[in-house]
């Protein structure tokens, strides 16, 4: 079974950067597709990337299209999201889970999450 833990959020003003991290234990993360979700206060939960097993294919939406960048080190365990040119409406916590699609329901193991907020 795979636990996920995040880390890497905190406070950042607009047009900044960060890294989150998603740490997987036990054996199968190698074989999982992955992905990032994010949660605004007020709103549901919504896809933001995904990676699948080998790092070769990756998604986005939209709005986070040349900003966000998805990767894995399978060797560390490791999934980051790497967040350049933050904007306000980009804070939400954020979790990264196990699976494969669009919707919260095609994930089935979930982080934690990390905040992120991004000032103006």
């Known amino acids: 079974q795979v636990q996920l833990v995040e880390s890497g959020g905190g406070l950042v003003q607009a047009g900044g950067s960060l890294r989150l991290s998603c740490a997987a234990s036990g054996t199968t993360f190698r074989s999982s597709a992955m992905g990032w979700f994010r949660q605004a206060p007020g709103k549901e939960r919504e896809f933001v990337a995904r990676?699948?097993?080998?790092?070769?294919?990756?998604d986005y939406r939209n709005s986070v299209k040349g900003r966000f960048t998805i990767s894995r080190d399978n060797a560390k365990n490791t999934m980051y999201l790497q967040m350049n040119s933050l904007k306000p409406e980009d804070t939400a916590v954020y979790y990264c889970?196990?699976?494969?699609?669009?919707?919260?329901?095609?994930?089935?193991?979930w982080g934690q999450g990390t905040q992120v907020t991004v000032s103006s």
């Open positions: 990676i699948s097993w080998s790092g070769t294919s990756t």
């Open positions: 889970a196990r699976g494969w699609g669009f919707s919260t329901y095609e994930y089935n193991i």
